[in-house]
C-alpha cells in the first residue's frame, strides 16, 4: 500500500526520483522521538525543500536527512541528560 501511495504521490506531483522511503521514515521518526512528534512531517518537508535547493536528486535528499538525523539524535542525546537544546530556540 505504501509503495502504491508512493508511486501515485510521484506520478501526480511530476516527480521522478527512487524514494529512500526507509531512510525518510527512520529520520522521520528519530525527529518525533527526539523533537516532537508534530515536528516529524515538517522536517520531510524541510528536508525536500533543502535537496531542491542543493540541486535536487538522491543524494541532495539523503545529504539533507543525514543532517536532520544528526540534529534529531543530538537533540535527543541532550534531552536524555537535562541539557538545554544548542543551536536556535526551543519550540
Same mark, same amino acid.
Given at each position: ?30 525527529? +518525533?522521538? %527526539?523533537? /516532537?512528534?508534530?515536528? &516529524? ?5 524541510? =528536508?525536500?525543500? *533543502?535537496?531542491?535547493? +542543493?540541486? %535536487?536528486? /538522491?543524494?541532495?535528499? &539523503? ?5 536532520i =538525523?544528526?540534529l *534529531?539524535?543530538?537533540? +535527543?542525546?541532550?534531552? /536524555? ?9 526551543s519550540?
Open positions: 500500500m505504501l509503495d502504491d501511495w508512493i508511486t501515485e504521490a510521484k506520478a501526480v506531483l511530476g516527480i521522478d526520483l527512487e524514494v529512500d522511503v526507509t531512510g525518510l521514515l527512520d529520520m522521520t521518526k528519530d525527529v +518525533a522521538h %527526539g523533537v /516532537a512528534r508534530p515536528a &516529524a512531517p515538517l522536517t520531510a518537508f524541510l =528536508v525536500g525543500y *533543502a535537496a531542491a535547493q +542543493a540541486g %535536487g536528486g /538522491a543524494g541532495a535528499v &539523503a545529504e539533507a536527512n543525514r543532517k =538525523v544528526e *534529531a539524535r543530538r537533540r +535527543a542525546d541532550e534531552r /536524555a541528560s537535562g541539557e538545554q537544546p544548542s543551536g536556535g530556540t519550540g
